[in-house]
């Protein structure tokens, strides 16, 4: 799958060093846009064919990777189609002081009715379930707001709506998507260890 490339994406990517995990790399569509030595993780190996450098086929959910490997992580439209929350298991693996952006769908996006309205597909299905973007998708679970925060610093994003989008950066509640950033430090480690 190929995932939209957006100016501010690229710009989120572009602030990682060191050794990156490219978590759901799929075709490697932001490994140009990470700052360092990349690893590209996917649950299907055919997707990273065409990606340089190391390759591992594995899940989210049980990264083969040992405590405090990666300086940071990317993981661009992965959480949503994921059943559990792969958090923990990505600050698991990254060094305290490292960092971590996840973009994901807002749950709550205002603009889904608005969407609907005009006859287009919405993050979610009637009563409630989860219906693909676009065909094929298969997301599983939304997050709001709320539910990040208590990883990080959420942003918001609306890449199809320009004047609008700068304010969703202050304001998420009004993103469609949502972009985590997670700085990860010792006290963060432990805090979800104990869950």
């Known amino acids: 799958m190929v995932s939209k490339i957006t100016k501010y994406r690229m710009k989120c990517a572009q602030k990682l060093h060191g050794l990156i995990l490219d978590l759901g790399a799929g075709e490697g569509d932001y490994t140009s846009y990470l700052n360092g ?29 040992r405590n405090d490997t990666f300086d940071g992580i990317w993981s661009c439209a992965v959480l949503e189609h994921v059943e559990i929350n792969y958090i923990p298991e990505a600050v ?32 979610w299905s009637d009563g409630g379930k989860v219906r693909s973007y676009s065909a094929g998708e298969g997301h ?17 994003e609306i890449w199809w709506a320009p004047g609008i989008d700068q304010i969703a950066r202050y304001l ?23 869950r």
């Open 37 to 65: 030595e990349v690893v590209s993780l996917d649950l299907d190996f055919t997707c990273l064919k065409s990606v340089r450098g190391l390759k591992v086929a594995g899940s989210a959910l049980h990264l083969p990777f």
């Open 172 to 194: 998420p509640i009004i993103g469609h998507t949502l972009m985590v950033k997670i700085e990860v430090t010792q006290e963060l480690k432990s805090r979800l260890r104990k």
């Open 140 to 156: 599983v679970r939304l997050y709001s707001v709320g539910e990040l925060r208590r990883f990080g610093k959420v942003t918001g």
């Open 92 to 123: 698991r693996i990254t060094k305290n002081g490292g960092t971590i952006y996840i973009l994901t769908c807002n749950r709550n996006s205002p603009w889904d009715p608005i969407k609907r309205l005009f006859g287009y597909d919405d993050w």
